[in-house]
């Protein structure tokens, strides 16, 4: 097949702030999702129209997870974009002042790993802790990736990376002084 290149400057040239940096871009049917830290550039690609989501203080990460687009932001919390409007998902404490890393899906509900306070488990809105051994907890995680496994693997700042089981058990633990190159 080809590519059409479509340039997208010259409809938001007038709305970005000034050395504004995009980190992230999702797509889905009928947007798509431009993040930088402030703000979040919604095109419709049916009406090729821009919507600007700009009432957050800092939008630390967008995910897509099971067709859901979600972003979190740093103290207000987690919340969802449903056909280019806002919907709240969780402003559980432990989740507006904890960086969100990643989302995974688990059963029926999502497993949210923060950079610092662990694995909770998300379930109708209601946040939980997730059993992990000391590895999550104790670390900064940086990263993470669910495997195909099962099991996740969590980059963490200056201790390496971890391989944990589902059930929250150390699999294996990879540092500098045991081969990992950084």
Known sequence: GKLRYTSLSKKIKKYLQEDEQFWNIISDENFILFQSFQRIYIYDTKTEKFKIVKSFPYIFKCF?????????????GLFEIVDGKIKPICSDSRIKNNRITEIYTSKQNWLLQTEKAGIFKLEN???QLFTFNDAVTSNTVFCSKKLKSGDIALGTISNGLFIITPDGKTKYHFTQSKGLGN
């Open 125 to 127: 809105n209601v946040i």
């Open 64 to 76: 897509t997870i099971d067709n859901h687009i979600v972003f979190q932001s740093i103290g207000k």
